[in-house]
């Protein structure tokens, strides 16, 4: 069946609606924040303190957790040198309004900071907020999940929280900004998913020397994305601008909520279509440059009424094929490739991934797909196997 062909058919069953959101606009729910301290027994410090964002009843400190819509997943945030949780204020009350439960570590935030001593704290502030969930009574019963934790890091705060993987491998998705690079058996060990942040400008950890080897040498990651933000320096993550830079401080706090909120987005709730935001057409115009290396691929598909747009993030050089069914028995085993069955399915030839391990076809849209439900999977052709995407169920008006 020749390409042409096989694209008509395929076209004909699609029409499907987008969301116009970007990662970086507020969630749906107002940010409450709750200033904490506690003691642990797997704390360095005596008195931890923490602040905790949450999605609320209404915006504002210590205002009731909003039950009704959760649980929700709980993320960790460590930060980087002499800088408290207040200072990362606007990017954490951000995740909150997307429905994350956030908790910020507030010890080694003066002068003199033991980065080990904090990752200790802030694997006691994971624990502790696991405790408070399901401790009758108290103010965060409830609210959390039982979703894999995730961390995210700024600078220093990037080594604390691979520290943790040291002692515990309770971390699934890591999201490292401007990170230094340190001696960390964790991360070339980490099996998990990686998004690494830099900024071109960043004179404290240049990317050269940070960010891009922090990148390379997470290669056991299962999932592993860079995105060095052009014209940002080091702090774009906080709330203030403390250096001059090619790129205005509001942009690059815009851009770092759109690169954490669409990371977790795609973690925490298998919502793939937001990395369209990350690495696809819907970063066009941004100053981003990414490039990724997934073994398990991240596949995107959005439309706008008249186009298609599918996408993916996988290993670089390597072929990729994407399918679609009208039910979910064609995808039930990783039989369905090459031998669907072509009365119930359609199906994109083999292409190779650019060597930046990413892909993205637009397609004219046929008018008239009818109403029937779509699936979509793609696939990934490792020398080892393949490597299937998870399956996108399609709404067909």
Known sequence: MGNAIKCALWLQLLSFGASAQLPEDPGPYPSGVSAVQFSHPLASNSNVTA???????????????????????????????FAPPQFYSEICKHLASHGYVVASIGT???????????????????????????????????????????????????????????WDDCIETVVAMEPRLADLPALTAFTGSIFVIGGSNDIVNPVQNNAVPFYAEAS??????????????????????????????????RLHKRLVTGALQTELRSKEDSCYHLFGGGAAGEPLTSEADCYHPILW????????????????????ALAGSLSTTSFESPTWFPG?????????????????????????????????PLYLRGGLFHDAGPAWSQLSPITLP
């Open 301 to 320: 598909a959005l439309h706008d009424g008249s186009q298609l747009t599918t996408g993916c993030a996988g290993t670089p050089s390597t072929r990729w």
């Open 51 to 81: 602040r905790i964002y949450y999605p609320a009843e209404s915006e504002g400190t210590d205002t009731p957790p909003r039950l009704s819509d959760g649980p929700y997943p709980l993320v960790g945030f460590s930060h980087g040198y």
């Open 108 to 166: 080694e935030a003066g002068f003199i900071q033991f980065i080990e001593r904090q990752a200790h704290d802030t694997h006691a502030l994971l624990y502790w907020m696991e405790e408070q969930d399901i401790t009758p009574g108290a103010f965060f019963e409830g609210v959390l999940d039982d979703s894999e934790w995730s961390v995210v890091g700024h600078s220093n705060g990037c080594i604390a929280n691979m520290q943790i993987l040291e």
């Open 340 to 372: 669907i069955d072509r009365a119930n399915a359609r199906l994109f030839d083999k292409v190779l991934l650019d060597p930046t391990g990413l892909r993205e076809v637009t397609t004219s849209l046929s008018p008239g797909a009818g109403e029937q």
């Open 220 to 253: 056991a990651a299962s999932r592993r994305t860079y995105t060095v933000i052009e014209g940002a320096g080091h702090n774009g993550s906080l709330d203030f601008p403390s250096a001059i830079n090619p790129l205005s401080h509001a942009e690059q706090q």
